[in-house]
């Protein structure tokens, strides 16, 4: 049984706004049941362990789908992501894969979080896929190869630009992931707002947005097999 790593933020604070964040609901449901319903083994970790905060605007009525209904009924799954383990007591070597979900709050802790950085360095070394979807793509914002930004000449995608000026947050986040990836030599490319949109370049998987958060997990699961 292929056994992949999700990990998720532990930050709820929307930057000076005094609104939370979080984790987005869809984008942990959606590939977490895709890789689940296929036979993956799933292990949930977050920098702070237990629970990690939800973005309270992804359980709005407009952003649900088949997969957060199934979540929303789950309590088995619920119970796992209130019991999330700390991300420096996981090890790279007990896993083929890991798997970030965006939301906003990877933007503030797992961009910047050393555990997370050295793990994501060691899966990529090591063979292993990489992804992350919508605003997890901040991730790659000081992980490293050789000396080199990862994202370095590597075809990526992330939560656009336009996707972040619709929302109305342009001026909150910490880094625009368009942008940061940019600058770290990444080939960013995108489509339409909030339309599907995933890249595999080797073992590093993105996804531009929510929508896209199941098509990363085909290719993850594509990749694994």
């Known amino acids: 049984m292929k056994k992949v790593l999700f ?3 532990s930050h709820d604070q929307l930057g000076d706004t005094n609104e939370k964040t979080g984790f987005w ?7 977490y049941y895709y890789l689940a319903d296929n ?7 977050s920098p702070k362990g237990g629970q990690p905060p939800i973005d309270p605007k ?6 649900q789908t088949p997969a957060t209904e ?7 799954l619920q119970g796992k992501i209130a019991n999330t383990l700390t991300l420096s007591s996981v090890k790279e070597s007990d896993f083929d894969a890991v798997f970030y979900p965006g939301g906003h709050g990877p933007l503030w802790d797992l961009a910047e979080d050393k555990n ?16 992350a979807v919508c605003h997890a793509p901040a991730i790659f914002k000081n992980t490293k190869i050789n000396g080199e930004p990862l994202v370095k ?5 992330g939560f656009s630009n336009t996707e972040e000026e619709a929302v109305q947050l342009t001026n909150v986040v910490p880094f625009l992931v368009e942008d940061m990836l940019q600058e770290n030599g990444g080939n960013y490319s995108k489509v339409d707002d909030w339309k599907p949109f995933a890249i ?6 993105t996804g531009q947005n929510p929508a896209s958060s199941e098509l990363v997990a085909e290719y993850l699961l594509k990749k694994l097999n």
């Open 153 to 157: 000449n590597k075809n990526v995608t």
């Open 39 to 45: 036979g993956v083994d799933i292990t949930l970790a």
């Open 200 to 205: 595999e370049d080797g073992y590093l998987i």
């Open 7 to 9: 990990v998720l933020t």
């Open 58 to 63: 992804s359980e709005l009525e407009d952003f």
């Open 25 to 31: 609901v869809e984008e942990f449901a959606s590939p």
């Open 70 to 76: 199934r979540y929303y009924k789950d309590m088995e």
């Open 116 to 131: 997370s950085i050295e793990l994501i360095e060691q899966f990529y070394s090591n063979n292993k896929p990489v992804g």
